[in-house]
C-alpha cells in the first residue's frame, strides 16, 4: 500500500538543538496530522492541519501544510530528551464515501544530552 | 475520558496458528480502524468500521484476515491460519467520525514463529 515519504529517516541532534522533518506526496490531501510513538504504544497526535498554507504550533512544534497540498513539515525547536522516539505524518483525503489516512515511512529522532 | 483499550498486549504463536485481537474504543466513537505496523514502517489501514457497517477493507488479506464490529462498539481482528509475514503490531484506532481525529490504542504486538 501507498505510504507518504519522510527525511530524514533518521537523526542524531544535540540537546537544545532544533529539528526539521518533512514529509511528501505524489498525491494531494485536504488534512495533514502530525504523531509521535514512542516504544510500545501507538501513534499520539501532536498537530493537525486543515488548509493550505497553515502554520500551526503546540508548544515548541510547529507545522505547516504546504501550499501544493502534497506536503507538510514539522519542526521541534529546543529539543529535550524525551522528545525521542519516532514521528509519523500521515494525510487525509476523501475516498469512495470516506476519508482515508496514509501514513509516512516515519523519522527517528534520537536526542543526545 | 478512557482511550482506546487492546488485548493482548503480546502474542506469540507458530505459523499456520490462529489468532484473535480485541479493540474496545472511546466511547461514543462511530469509527473505527484496524492498522499493522511492520517494524520499521508506518501503520497501514487494513479495515476502517462506521458503526458496525465495513466502510473500507481494500488492504485486507481478506483470504486469512477477518474482523467483524458486533454492536457498534467493541471490534475483533482474526488472523487464520497465520504466515511469518504477519509478525507486526496491531493497532487499533477510533475516531467520533470518519473526519475527525483518529487515537490510537497501544496495539498487539504479534510474533509468528
Known amino acids: 500500500g501507498q505510504q507518504l515519504n519522510q527525511s530524514p529517516q533518521s537523526m542524531f541532534i544535540q540537546e537544545g538543538e532544533d529539528v526539521s522533518m518533512n514529509c511528501t506526496s505524489s498525491s494531494i490531501f485536504n488534512t495533514w496530522l502530525w504523531y509521535k510513538q514512542d516504544p510500545g504504544e501507538g501513534p499520539v497526535l501532536l498537530i493537525a492541519?486543515?488548509?493550505?498554507?497553515e502554520l500551526t504550533s503546540n508548544g515548541r512544534l510547529t507545522a505547516q501544510f504546504g501550499i501544493t497540498r502534497k506536503d507538510s513539515f514539522l519542526n521541534i525547536s529546543a529539543s529535550i530528551p524525551s522528545d525521542v522516539g519516532i514521528y509519523f505524518c500521515?494525510?487525509?483525503?476523501?475516498?469512495?464515501?470516506?476519508?482515508?489516512?496514509?501514513f509516512g515511512t516515519g523519522t527517528r529522532l534520537k536526542v543526545l544530552a | 475520558e478512557a482511550g482506546v483499550a487492546q488485548s493482548p498486549r503480546y502474542k506469540i504463536i507458530e505459523k499456520r496458528q490462529s489468532v484473535a485481537f480485541w479493540c474496545n474504543p472511546i466511547s461514543g466513537h462511530a469509527t473505527l480502524y484496524w492498522y499493522q505496523q511492520i517494524l520499521g514502517q508506518g501503520p497501514k489501514l487494513l479495515i476502517q468500521?462506521?458503526?458496525?457497517?465495513?466502510?473500507?477493507d481494500s488492504q485486507l488479506p481478506k483470504d486469512r484476515f477477518s474482523a467483524e464490529r458486533l454492536k457498534g462498539v467493541d471490534s475483533t481482528l482474526k488472523i487464520q491460519p497465520a504466515k511469518l509475514e504477519d509478525s507486526a503490531v496491531y493497532l487499533c484506532?477510533?475516531?467520533?467520525?470518519?473526519?475527525?481525529?483518529?487515537?490510537f490504542g497501544p496495539g498487539t504486538r504479534l510474533l509468528v514463529l
Open positions: 492541519l486543515y488548509k493550505a498554507g
Open positions: 500521515a494525510g487525509q483525503r476523501p475516498t469512495s464515501g470516506t476519508y482515508k489516512y496514509i
Open positions: 484506532a477510533s475516531s467520533l467520525m470518519f473526519v475527525e481525529t483518529q487515537y
Open positions: 468500521f462506521q458503526n458496525n457497517g465495513v466502510v473500507d
